[in-house]
């Protein structure tokens, strides 16, 4: 089978991702009861409806918000609410019918051929983020869809590219795209109120030249033992602010504020908001999505004196 993730950043910050030093590390298996759940469908329908959220219920859920931040580093949110079920699944089938193309095909959507990285990653060529270590995986990037005009040396705006080869792959891939950009927009104005900084804190960056990637990232199964050079993805920090990340198959290992590595459990109903690490030997895709802000964000300390939460 083809396991699946939705993954998507929020970049408060330009710079390299960093990582840390096992190649391939452990993680201790949780249970689903065991990560923080913030229901925040309240927020995305009042942002959707144009309506205002009783206060009480505002502050609830900046509350918990901050304390999954503050305990845990990273949190859960239901789907239902914020992201239709349906999109989810419509864009993982689109996903793994791209992935099922013959190699010579998916080359035309090679991401050195285009100008602004958009596009496939075949398998071995993603950035494994460590020295001597291969990242077992096929991915494709894709972005905010501008004109060709907004193509620039030095940066990663412009237009997607589309493979005709798969029906409604523009169509549902790009609609999820979307709808996770409204969750990330809800996101952001919510982390900056949580901080008790004005709402537009984090948003007023945010506009259409916001570099903001979705990736699809498949994972093949594994038959055979696998090497330590040869991992899903090594350990490493995103220089993002948030990653939203859905998952269909064992694997998403995260780091929490005591050090400690945790194996996410899959949940079709769920979304990760965290920084994540990915390993694992089953099958599995990960659509990702980067929220970003331009890339002349210059980002500096908060008027309260708080350097992290």
Same mark, same amino acid.
């Given at each position: 089978?083809?396991?699946?993730?939705?993954?998507?950043?929020?970049?408060?910050?330009?710079?390299?991702?960093?990582?840390?030093?096992?190649?391939?590390?452990?993680?201790?298996?949780?249970?689903?009861?065991?990560?923080?759940?913030?229901?925040?469908?309240?927020?995305?329908?009042?942002?959707?409806?144009?309506?205002?959220?009783?206060?009480?219920?505002?502050?609830?859920?900046?509350?918990?918000?901050?304390?999954?931040?503050?305990?845990?580093?990273?949190?859960?949110?239901?789907?239902?609410?914020?992201?239709?079920?349906?999109?989810?699944?419509?864009?993982?089938?689109?996903?793994?019918?791209?992935?099922?193309?013959?190699?010579?095909?998916?080359?035309?959507?090679?991401?050195?051929?285009?100008?602004?990285?958009?596009?496939?990653?075949?398998?071995?060529?993603?950035?494994?983020?460590?020295?001597? &270590?291969?990242?077992?995986? #096929?991915? %494709?990037?894709?972005?905010?869809?501008? =004109? !060709? +005009?907004?193509?620039?040396?030095?940066? *990663?705006?412009?237009?997607?590219?589309?493979?005709?080869?798969?029906?409604?792959?523009?169509?549902?891939?790009?609609?999820?795209?979307?709808?996770?950009?409204?969750?990330?927009?809800?996101?952001?104005?919510?982390?900056?109120?949580?901080?008790?900084?004005?709402?537009?804190?984090?948003?007023?960056? &945010?506009?259409?030249?916001? #570099?903001? %990637?979705?990736?699809?990232?498949?994972? =093949? !199964? +594994?038959?055979?033992?696998?090497?330590? *050079?040869?991992?899903?993805?090594?350990?490493?920090?995103?220089?993002?602010?948030?990653?939203?990340?859905?998952?269909?198959?064992?694997?998403?290992?995260?780091?929490?504020?005591?050090?400690?590595?945790?194996?996410?459990?899959?949940?079709?109903?769920?979304?990760?908001?965290?920084?994540?690490?990915?390993?694992?030997?089953?099958?599995?895709?990960?659509?990702?999505?980067?929220?970003?802000?331009?890339?002349?964000?210059?980002?500096?300390? *908060?008027?309260?004196?708080?350097?992290?939460?």
């Amino acid at each position: 089978m083809w396991s699946a993730r939705l993954r998507c950043q929020s970049r408060a910050a330009l710079g390299a991702r960093s990582f840390s030093s096992p190649r391939v590390m452990t993680a201790s298996k949780v249970a689903l009861q065991q990560l923080p759940l913030v229901d925040v469908s309240p927020l995305v329908e009042a942002a959707n409806s144009g309506r205002s959220l009783a206060p009480e219920t505002k502050r609830q859920i900046l509350d918990d918000m901050r304390s999954a931040c503050i305990e845990t580093g990273f949190f859960t949110v239901p789907t239902e609410g914020v992201l239709s079920n349906q999109l989810i699944q419509a864009a993982y089938r689109r996903a793994d019918e791209f992935i099922a193309l013959p190699d010579p095909i998916k080359q035309k959507y090679h991401c050195k051929r285009s100008p602004n990285a958009r596009g496939w990653t075949p398998m071995f060529e993603e950035p494994s983020y460590q020295p001597d &270590v291969v990242s077992h995986l #096929e991915g %494709f990037d894709l972005a905010r869809e501008l =004109p !060709e +005009t907004y193509v620039k040396e030095g940066s *990663s705006l412009g237009p997607n590219v589309w493979p005709v080869e798969v029906p409604r792959f523009r169509e549902d891939v790009y609609a999820l795209y979307e709808e996770t950009t409204k969750l990330s927009t809800v996101l952001f104005k919510s982390f900056a109120e949580m901080l008790g900084l004005p709402a537009d804190t984090f948003l007023q960056h &945010v506009d259409e030249e916001a #570099e903001a %990637f979705m990736g699809l990232l498949t994972y =093949p !199964e +594994t038959v055979a033992a696998v090497k330590n *050079s040869t991992v899903g993805i090594a350990s490493h920090t995103d220089f993002e602010c948030f990653t939203i990340i859905h998952q269909n198959g064992e694997g998403l290992h995260l780091i929490n504020r005591q050090g400690v590595w945790v194996e996410a459990p899959v949940c079709d109903d769920r979304y990760t908001i965290a920084r994540v690490d990915l390993n694992g030997d089953q099958s599995r895709t990960n659509v990702g999505f980067p929220s970003t802000g331009s890339s002349s964000w210059l980002v500096t300390c *908060s008027s309260t004196g708080r350097t992290e939460f």
